[in-house]
């Protein structure tokens, strides 16, 4: 009397998408981008996804895929294997109020082309833990994709001074994570710990060990009546790091929209070490919209 029997009749969604586009930027660099994505690759919720962008001055790609439970295994093992090429304006050479450009008055753009794997691991008590390795092969460059070994200063741009790096990393991380939802929590806390210890072979030959802790706290509040929703306070510290070589490219840099806002991104400064502390109370304003008053030092 106590049991039921529930006939539920599934129809599965569609659960890849394909897209494209053309743009330009005001360098007058004109680029079109296409990208796939699979989110049940196999059907066994596996992850697939690539993306390249061709321009008049680069390929850019970036393929990644994930296997949320490898082969069954009783210990909930995952991995995320993944290879790039990309390429940005650093926030340690363009961010901040003197601001590092190349000889020909261009801006330092950092190109990375690598390959990594990661292997995660749910533990007892809200623990995750993850190990990989990550190839990375950096270069500094003009605008034009020219490599550049130093600024308009004469600095050097890489550890090895020729202007391309070989940075090979062990990543090692761990999380605790006891919040009480992970997109908009009200409670509960979250801890990360991570460490990457580079090995010194290939050009630059860097040797360098990264150091970084973040903590999070989340304290329930209803203090304003604007809309119905959840209510919280959320503190952060974070502080981080680097033991042994910094090339110029792997700086802290502080200031932006996930920093210290109010500044541009990377405005603040940057260097070897940091420190961090956020404050802010989250509410809603409508049933579609939130707000936050925020305090960053």
Known sequence: PRQVKVIVNVSER??????????????????????????????????????AQLSTRDI???LSFTDPWIAGDPFRTSYTANAFAR?????????????????????VRIRRLGAGITFSRPLDNGWTVAVGTLFQNVSARDQGGRVNSVDAAGNPLTASGSGVDDLWTFPISATLDRRNDAFNPTSGSILRLNT????PLGRGSIFMNRLRGSYSYYIPLSLLNFAEGP??????????TIVGEVPPYE????????????????????????????AEYRFPLFSFLGGALFVDV
Do not use: H, M
């Open 14 to 51: 569609n659960t890849g998408s394909v897209a494209a586009g053309l743009g330009f930027n005001f360098t007058g660099d004109l680029f079109g981008t296409v990208s796939f994505r699979q989110d049940n690759f196999g059907g066994n919720n596996q992850k697939f996804s690539a993306e």
């Open 60 to 62: 850019l790609f970036d």
């Open 87 to 107: 390429s940005a304006n650093n926030l340690n050479f363009d961010g901040g109020p003197n601001p590092i450009d190349l000889t020909n008055g261009d801006q």
């Open 196 to 199: 990457e210890q580079s090995v």
């Open 231 to 240: 209510q919280a306070l959320a503190i952060n510290i974070q502080a981080g």
């Open 251 to 278: 700086a802290f840099a502080l200031g932006g929209t996930n920093s210290i806002r109010g500044y541009d991104e990377g405005e603040v400064g940057s260097g070897r070490s940091y420190a961090q502390l956020t």
